[in-house]
């Protein structure tokens, strides 16, 4: 199991530089339904929605780190339990979710 760590904005900064989210050693994964996803997301995450996390191969991250986030960060705190469960090099969450992403100017695709 891997412990969650909570990225703030001076961290979120400090792991993606280029203002973008391109970081070879890190996979986002958003957990949103496919519909918010949809909508908008951050650019090269997986959507992998909470409730098919349960049922996933857990061990597809095994080297990587691994950033979860939803919209707000409610459901990633929420679901900590589940998303420690996942075997990887190191666990992140956004603290606020896609919306801290964008209020730290970084980049969103929308459909």
């Known amino acids: 199991m891997s412990k969650i760590e909570y990225v703030d904005n001076a961290a979120l900064v ?12 890190i996979v986002i994964v958003d957990i949103r339904n496919p519909g918010e996803y949809a ?6 995450s997986v959507n992998i929605p909470l ?14 780190v691994i950033l979860f986030h939803c919209k707000g960060g409610v459901r990633t705190r929420a679901n900590q ?5 996942f075997n990887s090099k190191q666990s992140l969450c ?18």
């Open 14 to 25: 400090e792991i993606f530089p280029d203002n973008d989210s391109v970081n070879p050693d």
């Open 39 to 44: 909508a908008e997301y951050i650019e090269g």
């Open 51 to 64: 409730d098919e996390l349960l049922s996933s191969d857990k061990q597809q991250f095994k080297d990587k």
């Open 81 to 85: 339990h589940i998303l420690e469960a």
């Open 94 to 111: 956004l603290e606020g979710g896609i919306e801290q992403w964008k209020n730290c100017g970084r980049p969103v695709k929308k459909a």
